[in-house]
């Protein structure tokens, strides 16, 4: 949720292009925050409203997720750990993985990351399919 901004300017391009896209319905409450405000608005939605759950409820109805992995604390590509629990998600309901950038050279994370084959586009929304 760090990259609710981009991931909004995503969703919007996106529809432009005649894709249905679903976002968490926590997304707004992001906007306009800084990293600090936003990680109290995370921790707030997972302890009291259940953001995981609510996630994975709306990728039942979905065929592919879109990872909008972006520079984060210096490490570039960044892949969270709930980003990454969602991977796991969109690989065990069989959808595509699409990446916007290509893996992150984050220990651990890469291996598991590569072994979903996910799609990475460079930035091309032209190449989900």
């Not at 609710?4 to 996106?14: G, S, V």
């Not at 992995?69 to 699409?98: C, D, R, S, W």
């Amino acid at each position: 949720m760090q990259m609710t901004e981009r991931m909004l300017e995503l969703k919007d391009k996106l529809e432009a292009m005649g894709h249905a896209v679903v976002v968490s319905k926590f997304a707004p409450g992001y906007v306009g925050k800084t990293d600090e405000e936003k990680e109290v608005v995370k921790l707030n939605d997972k302890f009291n409203h259940d953001a995981i759950r609510e996630f994975w409820d709306v990728m039942q109805n979905t065929n592919a997720v879109l990872v909008a992995n972006y520079e984060k604390h210096g490490i570039p590509n960044y892949i969270g750990g709930n980003t990454l629990m969602e991977i796991g998600f969109a690989h065990v309901l069989n959808q595509k993985i699409f990446l916007i950038n290509p893996i992150p050279d984050i220990p651990f994370y890469k291996t598991e990351i590569e072994a979903v084959r996910p799609v990475i586009i460079n930035g091309d929304l032209t190449k989900i399919v």
